[in-house]
């Protein structure tokens, strides 16, 4: 099985060279025929099996295999790249982690090129509950709507409920939660993926007391997702609030320019220690993820009061490029996270003020081990939604291109348990809970400046702000 895999990644990486080449179209028209989708469905499976380093952390097996058989019977006619990821995709849900999944190989990429050459997208930004219902936030790349907030019936004569429960099946992440957080900001994406993309729309929207129909032409705006991903400025920020409070927006532990976000912190951390900053607000309510050092680098060194960890138990799969001298590639190796990094509390501008994490549904990998830390080890406390990822993360994020369709596999090569090594809660909980407001950014940070004391709405009454351990 690993030779047949390590075959096949061979294979898809000649196929993914020649697509970036320059025949992305073909890549993406052209028919497989069943037996290349059966073989790419092989491929995808034997990588999970042989290097996955704890499939169970997010799945069961069982019903892996169960949804792979039914899957093989689909797997009956031609299909084009597009018609093979809606097939493939609903692997997705079952194995329900946000690092591990069937995806295009570049649909940031792809997205760009299709606007220039002349195509569009559903013209609004969306909202989507876990249980598909559809709401406008705003026009497509984040301009005000008159509708906002108003629930889209129906789409093109189909209902909007319906075509959400469709995109929501194929999907990636943890839990529904999760999946339904990410489908709203990228529903243009997946709408055009299994829907096409018209020019014109038909829709039925519902006000409280009526509901009309409008046509819309699609929109040419870049989605917002996008224009936010490539802004500095837009995801990284501080804000100075009433009552001694600050806002420090950190939108991603991901941005290429460490240096620059380095520089950003230092400044930030300055304007804190000038300001006679009492309360810290870390919003990382929109963070994905990306590299620790980068949370440890850039905001630990300015917060921690003890040694800490980034996790505890881990479970780590040996690949090539990865492995320490005496390491055999392919094998799992089990341990304890004995990396311990020391404060740095003569540091200048080490802030002693009371520190909160805001997290939201789209909080995740890296982002999750920064809140892990931060409530294990008493540094602060954890705002905001839960109940959308896991604390337990994967990561190590290794691609795998199947070897006939292009389309790719990630997967994660460690599972890493939290500092404490406390198994529950398995999904991030906040100390003091707060609803997120899907229409209004600030919704929160408002709410939780309205707390007399935010300490007090911690349902973890043993827990309070600089008491913790990072060891169990």
């Not at 194929?170 to 829907?195: A, I, M, N, Q």
């Not at 224009?227 to 927006?249: D, G, K, V, Y």
């Not at 309360?279 to 060194?301: A, E, P």
Request: glycine residues 8%.
């Amino acid at each position: 099985m690993v030779r047949h895999a390590l075959r096949a990644l061979m294979i898809g990486f000649v196929v993914l060279c020649a697509c970036l080449a320059g025949m992305p179209t073909a890549c993406a028209s052209r028919d497989l025929t069943p037996q290349q989708l059966r073989e790419d469905l092989d491929a995808l499976v034997g990588v999970i099996d042989q290097q996955h380093p704890d499939l169970r952390h997010s799945t069961d097996p069982v019903e892996l295999s169960s949804k792979v058989a039914s899957l093989r019977r689909r797997l009956n006619h031609a299909m084009t790249r597009d018609e093979a990821w809606r097939t493939l995709a609903t692997l997705n849900p079952v194995l329900a982690d946000g690092h591990l999944f069937i995806a295009f190989p570049d649909w940031r990429k792809e997205s760009a090129q299709h606007l220039e050459r002349g195509g569009a997208f559903f013209p609004f930004e969306v909202y989507v509950d876990p249980h598909g219902a559809v709401f406008v936030r705003s026009k497509l790349g984040g301009e005000p709507s008159t509708l906002a907030g108003a629930r889209i019936e129906t789409i093109n004569g189909v209902s909007a409920s319906k075509i959400a429960n469709s995109l929501l099946e194929r999907v990636h992440g943890d839990t529904p939660l999760f999946r339904s957080d990410l489908l709203s900001k990228r529903w243009w994406l997946y709408y055009w993926k299994e829907y096409g993309a018209p020019l014109k729309y038909r829709l039925r929207i519902g006000g409280r007391s009526s509901a009309a129909v409008a046509a819309m032409d699609a929109s040419r705006e870049k989605p917002l997702i996008l224009q936010i991903e490539n802004s500095f400025e837009r995801q990284f920020m501080l804000e100075l609030l009433p009552e001694n409070t600050a806002l420090l927006t950190i939108g991603s532990f991901a941005w290429p320019d460490k240096e620059r976000f380095f520089e950003f912190t230092r400044d930030a951390f300055s304007r804190v220690r000038n300001a006679n900053v009492g309360t810290l607000l870390i919003d990382v309510r929109s963070n994905g993820g990306g590299d620790d050092d980068m949370w440890q680098n850039g905001i630990l060194r300015y917060v921690a009061s003890q040694p800490y960890r980034n996790g505890s138990r881990y479970a780590l799969r040996i690949v090539e490029g990865h492995q320490d001298e005496g390491e055999v590639i392919g094998e799992v190796v089990r341990g304890d996270q004995d990396k311990w990094i020391q404060p740095e509390t003569d540091n200048p501008l080490h802030f002693s003020g009371k520190t909160y994490v805001l997290v939201g549904a789209g909080t995740y990998s890296s982002a999750i081990l920064f809140a892990n830390v931060i409530h294990d080890c008493g540094f602060g406390a954890v705002a905001g939604v839960g109940g959308s990822a896991r604390t337990r993360q994967s990561g190590g994020v290794q691609k795998f291109v199947l070897p006939h369709s292009g389309l790719v596999l990630w997967w994660p090569r460690f599972v890493l348990s939290r500092p404490s090594g406390a198994p529950e809660p398995q999904l991030l909980t906040p100390d003091i809970p707060l609803e997120e407001n899907p229409y209004d950014p600030n919704g929160m940070v408002k709410t939780f400046l309205q707390l007399a004391d935010p300490a007090q709405h911690q349902p973890d009454k043993q827990f309070s702000i600089g008491v913790g351990t990072c060891a169990g």
